[in-house]
Each structure stands twice: as structure tokens, then as C-alpha cells.
């Protein structure tokens, strides 16, 4: 997600099967930018990383660089319906998980 003007935007990594999260700002849509900030988010757990699915943007020219970084295969995927989706999913579950906290919290100490 960009922001408006060539601003900063929000780049989401987001695991497919158990929804693990990562939202890290990015300055620019410059392929070595955010490819920079792909392999500093994941670089902590590259033993984990076995592959990548990333847009046909621009903005990740870079992914041979990226897959060499993290020693995980890069695949390019094309349609971006089905990675919103799960983004939107993912998300969805932070914020409803955080809301049933607060309110287990707020029951506790009644």
C-alpha cells in the first residue's frame, strides 16, 4: 500500500497457512528499496522462509536478489486478487484478536 504522491507506503508479508503478519514501512516503490526492506524483515527468520509469492509490480524487479538473500524461491503471481485477500484476512483476525483481549482484560478486572 502507497501512499499518495510518491509518498511512503506499507509493505504486508503475510504467511499463507497460519496468517503470521509483517507490516513494515516503506519510503519508496524503487525495486532496491523494498527489496532491501524484504530481506531486513525476513533476514531474523530466513530459516523459516522457503518460498515467496510477490505481484508482477515494478516495485519487485528485485526478487532474484531477494530469493538469493533469504536462500527461499521467489514466485512471481500475477493476479493480486488472491494475496489481498489473504491480507485482508490476516488483518482482519490482528485486529478481532486484539479486540477480544481488550475485552477479556476488561472482564478480568471487573
Same mark, same amino acid.
Not at 14 to 35: G, M, Q, W, Y
Not at 105 to 110: M, S, T, V, Y
Given at each position: !500500500?502507497?501512499?499518495?504522491?510518491?509518498?511512503?507506503?506499507?509493505?504486508?508479508?503475510?504467511?499463507?497457512?497460519?496468517?503470521?503478519?509483517?507490516?513494515?514501512?516503506?519510503?519508496?516503490?524503487? $525495486?532496491?528499496?523494498?527489496?532491501?526492506?524484504?530481506?531486513? $524483515?525476513?533476514?531474523? %527468520?530466513?530459516?523459516?522462509?522457503?518460498?515467496?509469492? !510477490?505481484?508482477?509490480?515494478?516495485?519487485?524487479?528485485?526478487? $532474484?536478489?531477494?530469493?538469493?538473500?533469504?536462500?527461499?524461491?521467489?514466485?512471481?503471481? /500475477?493476479?493480486?486478487?488472491?494475496?489481498?485477500?489473504?491480507?485482508? $484476512?490476516?488483518?482482519?483476525? %490482528? /485486529?478481532?484478536?486484539?479486540?477480544?483481549?481488550?475485552?477479556?482484560?476488561?472482564?478480568? /478486572?471487573?
Amino acid at each position: !500500500m502507497m501512499g499518495g504522491h510518491g509518498g511512503g507506503g506499507l509493505l504486508s508479508l503475510v504467511d499463507r497457512k497460519n496468517c503470521f503478519t509483517r507490516i513494515e514501512p516503506v519510503l519508496s516503490k524503487h $525495486a532496491d528499496h523494498v527489496a532491501d526492506v524484504i530481506i531486513r $524483515a525476513l533476514s531474523d %527468520i530466513k530459516g523459516q522462509v522457503h518460498t515467496l509469492t !510477490m505481484d508482477n509490480g515494478n516495485e519487485f524487479a528485485q526478487h $532474484a536478489r531477494v530469493a538469493k538473500a533469504l536462500q527461499a524461491k521467489v514466485y512471481r503471481y /500475477f493476479s493480486c486478487y488472491y494475496l489481498y485477500k489473504i491480507l485482508y $484476512a490476516s488483518i482482519h483476525r %490482528i /485486529f478481532l484478536n486484539r479486540h477480544l483481549l481488550q475485552k477479556s482484560l476488561a472482564k478480568a /478486572f471487573i
